[in-house]
């Protein structure tokens, strides 16, 4: 009931503040269209995969409304959908919807804001789960060009059929970036610890995952053709054992990425990428490494 009580706060507090301040123009639309090659098909949250490559078309939209957008407070609504289709494997075709809201305050030189999503996920045309997530974050400049910022958030799992896998997780975490070229360009370095508790004792585990990115730019500054590369390490500890394999499952993951995005005018940019995964882990669906291509187009409204 909590997590309820909080998104009407965040959206009854609009008519705590002045109509003058009421954007005019406060709509942005991002759409993306693409294709994806995977090497390896797999859905982590159930821990299912395939090991045979296939390709997928991916779709999207992203909708932001920002009534609200003043020194003292902001307030977004948004909307995201995304949708991928596979060639060969259809039940690997994932389909999401997010909806959020977020509101925010400056107290001194720090913005203090919350962010409260519903998330519905379907997988091959059935419902796989549902999620809230209640977010509370504090950021700011801490020097000139470096930016931090912490949160805690808490999220509330509810899945269709696999009722074990019903949860509840926490996070804290925090990132730091150092912008350069004047703001076109940065690098970051981010941390969180996370725990999740489940129905089926089994899936209940602790953790952490450190990264760190890099954003070029080529030319032009920001709106310009631009590089970035990604990095991540992931490890987790499960509580209990896992009955399919007699022991307690141990896992870590490492990630590394590379985007270049390429404006080809005002609106529109060309993005390819390249991501690789390696998953190791003593549960044999959870244990692979991925070879992910993609390339696609986006239109920015």
Same mark, same amino acid.
């Given at each position: 009931?909590?997590?309820?009580?909080?998104?009407?706060?965040?959206?009854?507090?609009?008519?705590?503040?002045?109509?003058?301040?009421?954007?005019?123009?406060?709509?942005?639309?991002?759409?993306?269209?693409?294709?994806?090659?995977?090497?390896?098909?797999?859905?982590?949250?159930?821990?299912?995969?395939?090991?045979?490559?296939?390709?997928?078309?991916?779709?999207?939209?992203?909708?932001?409304?920002?009534?609200?957008?003043?020194?003292?407070?902001?307030?977004?609504?948004?909307?995201?959908?995304?949708?991928?289709?596979?060639?060969?494997?259809?039940?690997?075709?994932?389909?999401?919807?997010?909806?959020?809201?977020?509101?925010?305050?400056?107290?001194?030189?720090?913005?203090?804001?919350?962010?409260?999503?519903?998330?519905?996920?379907?997988?091959?045309?059935?419902?796989?789960?549902?999620?809230?997530?209640?977010?509370?974050?504090?950021?700011?400049?801490?020097?000139?060009?470096?930016?931090?910022?912490?949160?805690?958030?808490?999220?509330?799992?509810?899945?269709?059929?696999?009722?074990?896998?019903?949860?509840?997780?926490?996070?804290?975490?925090?990132?730091?970036?150092?912008?350069?070229?004047?703001?076109?360009?940065?690098?970051?370095?981010?941390?969180?610890?996370?725990?999740?508790?489940?129905?089926?004792?089994?899936?209940?585990?602790?953790?952490?995952?450190?990264?760190?990115?890099?954003?070029?730019?080529?030319?032009?500054?920001?709106?310009?053709? +631009?590089?970035?590369?990604? $990095?991540? %390490? /992931?490890?987790? =500890?499960?509580? @209990?054992?896992? *009955? &399919?394999?007699?022991?307690?499952?141990?896992?870590?993951?490492?990630?590394?990425?590379?985007?270049?995005?390429?404006?080809?005018?005002? +609106?529109?940019?060309?993005? $390819?990428? %390249? /991501?690789?995964? =390696?998953?190791? @882990?003593?549960? *044999? &669906?959870?244990?692979?490494?991925?070879?992910?291509?993609?390339?696609?187009?986006?239109?920015?409204?």
């Amino acid at each position: 009931m909590k997590k309820f009580t909080v998104a009407r706060l965040l959206v009854c507090s609009t008519f705590f503040v002045p109509a003058s301040a009421i954007a005019q123009d406060g709509f942005s639309l991002e759409l993306e269209a693409g294709t994806i090659y995977d090497s390896q098909l797999v859905v982590d949250e159930i821990d299912v995969e395939q090991a045979e490559g296939d390709v997928a078309f991916r779709f999207g939209a992203d909708v932001e409304y920002q009534p609200v957008d003043t020194d003292s407070f902001e307030l977004e609504f948004g909307y995201d959908f995304g949708q991928s289709v596979y060639l060969d494997f259809d039940e690997f075709n994932l389909q999401s919807h997010v909806a959020d809201v977020n509101a925010s305050t400056r107290i001194g030189g720090a913005r203090v804001g919350a962010r409260y999503a519903f998330s519905h996920f379907r997988l091959g045309g059935d419902g796989l789960f549902d999620m809230h997530t209640v977010t509370p974050s504090v950021s700011g400049f801490v020097a000139d060009g470096l930016f931090a910022r912490a949160f805690y958030t808490y999220n509330d799992k509810d899945f269709a059929t696999l009722d074990g896998r019903d949860a509840t997780g926490n996070q804290v975490g925090a990132s730091l970036f150092k912008f350069f070229a004047d703001n076109a360009g940065f690098v970051s370095i981010s941390g969180r610890w996370e725990d999740e508790d489940t129905v089926d004792p089994q899936f209940d585990y602790s953790g952490f995952v450190v990264g760190a990115d890099l954003r070029v730019p080529i030319a032009g500054g920001r709106d310009g053709p +631009r590089l970035q590369f990604g $990095v991540d %390490y /992931r490890d987790r =500890d499960y509580d @209990s054992i896992t *009955p &399919s394999i007699g022991e307690i499952r141990t896992e870590d993951r490492f990630r590394g990425d590379v985007e270049l995005t390429v404006p080809i005018s005002e +609106r529109f940019s060309v993005e $390819v990428g %390249y /991501r690789y995964t =390696d998953r190791n @882990s003593n549960l *044999p &669906s959870a244990d692979y490494t991925e070879n992910r291509l993609n390339a696609g187009i986006l239109f920015e409204l």
